[in-house]
Every structure is written in C-alpha cells, then in structure tokens.
C-alpha cells in the first residue's frame, strides 16, 4: 500500500528471502546520505579533481596562458597556483590549436628548467574529433592516452582540451543535439582516465552573455570559470559552480618575456602568468610596443590599414573596432619588408605571432584588430 509501513507478513516474508534484493534505483537514508564525501579540489575553490570544467573568455584574453600555467602548477606540484591552495597532479595538454613549444620554453625560462624536467606533464598537438568519434573510439583514445602516461610513470589527474571548437570540427555550437554529443564524449574521457576535464572555450560576441554557442555546455559543466581583461587588467573568476561559492575572484597580469633571436635577428617572445601584486604595490605598466623592425613595419601597415576603414570591422573583433584579414596584411606588406619576397609572408606571420603574443594585437579566426591602449606608430597611447 502506498505511503504506509510494511506489515509484519511482509517484513518476514522480505527477511527470509533466499536472496536480497537488487535495487534498480538503490536509495540512501539521510543519515547515510549526509556522509558523503566532500568534493576533492585540485585547486582549492576553482577546479574540481573529476568532473568537466570549462574556462572561457575572450580572444587575447590570456585564457590558454592561465591553463597552462594551471596545468604546469600541478605537474610540477607547486602547492600553490595564483595563491590558491593546489595538488600535484599529472597533466595531459591536448594542444589542438598549435604547438605550445615558445610558450613551455617562456615558463620554463621564469621557472626554472629542473622544475619543467621532472613534471607529470605530456603534450599532443595535432587534430581531435570529440563530435563524430564513437564510444569505442573514445574509450582507445583514452586506453592509448593511459598507457603512454603510465610508461612515463604517472597517471593524468587533468586533461585539458585546447579548444573546443576544435575538438568538435564540424559540429553546431549552437546546436543542443550537436553540443551534447561532444559533451558526453568529453565526460567518458574524463571518466575513462579517472580525471577532470578542463577544456578552453570561447566567449561570445557580447561577454557579458557568457560563453559562445549552446548554453547545453553551460548545463552540463560542474564549474565553469571566466577569463576577462579590461585595459591592463586581467581577471579569472568562478562564473558557475555545482560545489563551492562565486565568490573568487583573482587578478593576474602576463609578463612578457624575450627567449631567442630569429633568422633576422627580431625577438621571439612569449608570455607566462604573474599573480597580480596588490593595488597598493602595483606600478602603470604602458601598453606594449612592437619590437623590432619587422614588428615596427607591419604594425604601421595594420594601423593604417585599419585607420582607413574608419568604421566598425567583423566579427570576431569587438563592435567599435575595425578589422583587417591577415591576407589583406600580407598583401599590403610584403613588399616593405628587407627580405627575399618569398620569404616575406612567414616574416609577417612571425611578427604577426610575436605581437599577439606581447598584447600588441589580437588575433583571431585569421583577422587582426587593436586592443584599446595600444600605441600609435609615434609612440602615442591609443584611446
């Protein structure tokens, strides 16, 4: 009878059965339930020991910068990251969007190369599908990543997916259906090597709405954190979280930092994760310059090039600020450049590389625009 106790009959019958019952939805008391274990953080407050994670924010917001230094924090078992309390863990970085070689050697260079030697920390760079992929292709996928890192001698307790959109070629980003298939590949992933799931996404046109595409992601990720830069100030802060507060919110800056010359003698830079001192500490930092002569000759190009378009460019570039393709850059430089002109495209694209990557400009889906404060070719702050 619904809503009432056993009767006795029933209490033996159910006592003296020859086998105990197998629940198809096994419930717990409250006096059982509420001793569950606590959520295990590998950084205490930001990102959860299992479960799918997602970090998000502009383009050039430095959103791939903070992952790896996240991920190399763990693997190198700082004890700390950005002054939050973390655990070592191993680290698979699945770099889909290029090699990571300047910015390892960038971090390494600030850190030390004995501490990056004996990190549980493996790279793959190349192409992914996490959309079309089957189950079994998932669970080899994972078998394969979980044999090569035990060989090393450690297992992953992170795997970050560098990015999204491409480890989905060919999927909708505003489909659910789509959205949600890359979504439960991503969590067998996650399940099949025992670890969390970071993965880099990217924000829509208008920030403040969240993060681009489906917002099936946005439901189906345990912590969800955000990445904004505003001027020279840089912030990630907890935007969704199934297990903890909103209430962290932590400053960072990125340090630009000079590694070895090219064949022409131009700088190749990159960048690592400061924690940003307090405000009482810090100093006005002007906004980054191009350097070099390449750097110099292609910057003047882009400006005027963007200063002749006078009105509001495409996306992927902010509404108030025009943009240029990099083809049209290329074509409009490489004949200013001191070099064979067979050469001058990847010369363009180097300085190209090395101003995204010092802040100068932004880069993204092959067009380029100015961020605000950026210098003129004079060496006048820009508005």
Same mark, same amino acid.
């Given at each position: 009878?619904?809503?009432?106790?056993?009767?006795?009959?029933?209490?033996?019958?159910?006592?003296?059965?020859?086998? %105990?019952?197998?629940?198809?939805?096994?419930?717990?008391?409250?006096?059982?339930?509420?001793?569950?274990?606590?959520?295990?953080?590998?950084?205490?407050?930001?990102?959860?020991?299992?479960?799918?994670?997602?970090?998000?924010? !502009?383009?050039?917001?430095?959103?791939?910068?903070?992952?790896?230094?996240?991920?190399?924090?763990?693997?190198?078992?700082?004890?700390?990251?950005?002054?939050?309390?973390?655990?070592?863990?191993?680290?698979?970085?699945? !770099?889909?969007?290029?090699?990571?070689?300047? +910015?390892?050697?960038?971090?390494?260079?600030?850190?030390?190369?004995?501490?990056?030697?004996?990190?549980?920390?493996?790279?793959?760079?190349?192409?992914?599908?996490?959309?079309?992929?089957?189950?079994?292709?998932?669970?080899?996928?994972?078998?394969?990543?979980?044999?090569?890192?035990?060989?090393?001698?450690?297992?992953?307790? &992170?795997? =970050? *997916?560098?990015?999204?959109?491409?480890?989905?070629?060919?999927?909708?980003?505003?489909?659910?259906?789509?959205?949600?298939? *890359?979504?439960? /590949?991503?969590?067998? &992933?996650?399940?099949?090597?025992?670890?969390?799931?970071?993965? =880099?996404?990217?924000?829509?046109?208008?920030?403040?709405?969240?993060?681009?595409?489906?917002?099936?992601?946005?439901?189906?990720?345990?912590?969800?954190?955000?990445?904004?830069?505003?001027?020279?100030?840089?912030?990630?802060?907890?935007?969704?979280?199934? $297990?903890?507060?909103? $209430?962290?919110?932590?400053?960072?800056?990125?340090?630009?930092?000079?590694?070895?010359?090219?064949?022409?003698?131009?700088?190749?830079?990159?960048?690592?994760?400061? !924690?940003?001192?307090?405000?009482?500490?810090?100093?006005?930092?002007?906004?980054?310059?191009?350097?070099? /002569?390449?750097?110099?000759?292609?910057?003047?190009?882009?400006?005027? =090039?963007?200063?002749?378009?006078?009105? @509001?460019? =495409?996306?992927? %570039?902010?509404? $108030?600020?025009?943009?240029?393709?990099?083809?049209?850059?290329?074509?409009?430089?490489?004949?200013?450049?001191?070099?064979?002109?067979? +050469?001058? @495209?990847?010369?363009?694209?180097?300085?190209?590389?090395?101003?995204?990557?010092?802040?100068?400009?932004?880069?993204?889906?092959?067009?380029?625009?100015? @961020?605000?404060?950026?210098?003129?070719?004079?060496?006048?702050?820009?508005?």
């Amino acid at each position: 009878m619904s809503g009432t106790a056993l009767s006795h009959t029933d209490m033996i019958a159910l006592h003296h059965a020859n086998t %105990a019952p197998t629940w198809l939805v096994p419930l717990q008391p409250a006096s059982v339930a509420k001793e569950a274990p606590q959520v295990a953080w590998l950084v205490k407050g930001l990102l959860p020991d299992a479960g799918l994670t997602v970090i998000f924010g !502009a383009s050039n917001s430095g959103k791939t910068f903070l992952a790896l230094d996240l991920a190399l924090a763990l693997a190198c078992a700082q004890g700390h990251w950005l002054e939050q309390r973390c655990h070592a863990s191993g680290v698979i970085y699945l !770099a889909l969007e290029g090699n990571l070689a300047a +910015r390892l050697r960038a971090w390494e260079r600030e850190h030390g190369t004995a501490r990056q030697r004996d990190a549980t920390f493996a790279v793959y760079s190349g192409a992914l599908d996490l959309f079309s992929i089957s189950t079994d292709g998932v669970t080899r996928i994972a078998d394969d990543l979980l044999a090569q890192t035990i060989e090393m001698g450690w297992r992953p307790g &992170l795997l =970050i *997916v560098d990015t999204l959109v491409r480890a989905a070629p060919g999927a909708d980003e505003n489909s659910v259906k789509d959205m949600s298939r *890359v979504i439960e /590949n991503l969590t067998a &992933l996650g399940r099949a090597l025992n670890a969390c799931v970071l993965v =880099i996404h990217h924000s829509g046109k208008n920030q403040d709405a969240g993060m681009r595409g489906s917002s099936a992601l946005l439901g189906a990720a345990d912590q969800v954190l955000e990445v904004r830069q505003e001027h020279n100030a840089r912030t990630v802060k907890v935007f969704k979280s199934r $297990d903890a507060g909103k $209430d962290i919110d932590i400053s960072f800056d990125l340090k630009v930092v000079e590694l070895e010359l090219d064949d022409d003698g131009e700088p190749i830079t990159s960048c690592v994760v400061m !924690a940003q001192a307090p405000d009482a500490e810090r100093r006005y930092q002007p906004p980054p310059k191009p350097k070099g /002569n390449n750097q110099r000759i292609v910057f003047q190009v882009l400006w005027d =090039i963007l200063l002749s378009l006078g009105q @509001p460019g =495409i996306a992927p %570039a902010p509404d $108030d600020r025009p943009s240029v393709s990099l083809d049209e850059l290329i074509a409009n430089t490489r004949a200013l450049l001191p070099c064979e002109p067979r +050469r001058a @495209p990847e010369r363009i694209r180097s300085a190209v590389t090395a101003m995204v990557a010092s802040g100068v400009v932004h880069f993204e889906n092959e067009r380029l625009w100015l @961020p605000s404060g950026t210098f003129t070719p004079q060496g006048q702050p820009r508005k």
